[in-house]
C-alpha cells in the first residue's frame, strides 16, 4: 500500500536510504547483483507517523536528559513507527525551554543519521496556550494566554524544531499567535478548547489547519450550540486526529468520526505516555505522576494519555468502523505526514521517498519495521 494505491506483488528498491523505484513484479525484472529481502504473504506500507507522543518504554520526552529516547525510539520501531513528533506537555516555562532545547539537538542529530530507530521529526507543543476549562491534567498554574513573544522564545529554545502547536482558540490573543505561528508554516491545532463555533471560525480564518485528540479536552458538540467540535467535525479544510484506543473514545463514536472526516481527513495518535510498554505502576508524564491500571492512565480520576501503540490504533479502526487495513493504514502515514509537513519525505511508498517501511500482516500485526533502508 502506497498507501494511496495497492500494488500487487511489488518489487520495491532502495538505495541509500531511499526508495529508488516501486513496480509490481511482473513489470519489471529484479535487477541483478543487489540483496533481497523477501517478504512472502506479507503486506509492505510506509512507516507510521505518530505525531502525538509524550514517552513509552519507562521513559518521558521531556525527562531531564534525552538518554531515554534511545529506548522511546526502540519500542517505537517495535510497533511500526519510523517517525514520531515528542509531544511536551505544560510544565514551568524555564523546564519547557530546557527540554525543546533538548529536543531540538537530538532532532537535528537524527537528521543526519540512519540507524533502526524512529526518527524525531519535530517538536509538538501541547500547552501551555490551552483552556482552563478543558486543560485535562495540565497543572493550571502554568497555562498561560497566547502571547506572541513567549511564543517567539519557545521557538528559539527550539532552535526552529517545532511542527505542530495546539492552541485553544478562544483565549484572549489566540487569533494573533495563530496567524504567527501559520506565517511559520507551523501547523495550529486546535484543542484543549471550550471554543464556541465562532471562536473555532475565526482561528480557521486566521490559519489553523488541524485539531488534537477530538473529542477529548473539549466543548461537547450540542444541537443548538455545536461549539468547536462542529468546525473540527464539519469543515474539510481542518484535518483532525483521534486517540482510538476504545477508552478516550467510544468505538462507535470513532467511526462516526471516521465518516465525518473520511479517509483524507482523520489522522491516528497515540498520545502515549511513558507507561507504554511497561504495564501497571505510577509513571512519569512531565512534571507529574500517572497511574497506570491496564490501559487507563489517570490523576485524580481523570484519563492522562494512553498507553496505545499505532499499530493497534490501525488494527483498531479497522474493527471499530470495519475498515479495510489500505485505508487504516493511511490514518497513520500519509494523513499525518502531511500534518507534519513532512509528506515530501515521509508517509507514502515512493521513488525518492525516505525508504520508512513497516512490513504487516494481513491483519495489520508488524511483522518488521525497516527506517530509512536500514532492516534489523
Partial sequence: FTPLERVVDPVLIVDDGRIVSLTPRSHAPIPAGIPIVDFPG???????????????????????????????EAQLVRHGV?????????????????????????????????????????????????????????PPAELRAPSVPLFERLLQAAHGQVTLITIAPELPGAAEMIAAAAQRNLCVSLG??????????????????????????????????????????????????????????????????LKAKGPAGAVLITDAISATGCGDGRFRLGGFEVTVNGERCELDGRLAGSVLTLDRAVRNVMHFARWELQEAVRLATLNPARVAGVSDRKGSLSAGMDADIVVLTPRGEVVQTICRGVIP
Wanted: net charge negative.
Fill in 42 to 72: 506479507a503486506v509492505l506500507a510506509p512507516g507510521f507517523v505518530d505525531i502525538h507522543i509524550h514517552g513509552g518504554a519507562g521513559h518521558d520526552v521531556m525527562q531531564a536528559d534525552d538518554s531515554g529516547l534511545d529506548a522511546v
Fill in 82 to 138: 519510523t517517525s514520531y513528533c515528542p509531544t511536551t506537555v505544560t510544565a514551568p516555562v524555564d523546564l519547557t525551554l530546557s527540554a525543546l532545547d533538548r529536543l531540538s539537538r537530538r532532532i537535528e542529530r537524527a537528521s543526519s543519521r540512519r540507524e533502526l530507530r524512529a526518527q524525531p521529526l519535530g517538536v509538538h507543543l501541547e500547552g501551555p496556550f490551552i483552556s482552563h476549562a478543558k486543560r485535562g491534567v495540565h
Fill in 192 to 257: 484543549h478548547s471550550d471554543a464556541a463555533l465562532e471562536d473555532a471560525q475565526k482561528a480557521v480564518a486566521a490559519g489553523a489547519r488541524h485539531a488534537t485528540h477530538t473529542f477529548n479536552a473539549m466543548r461537547a458538540l450540542d444541537h443548538r450550540e455545536p461549539g468547536i467540535l462542529g468546525v473540527v467535525l464539519g469543515d474539510d479544510r481542518l484535518t483532525a486526529d483521534i486517540i482510538a484506543d476504545g477508552i478516550h473514545v467510544h468505538p462507535a463514536t470513532v467511526a462516526l468520526f
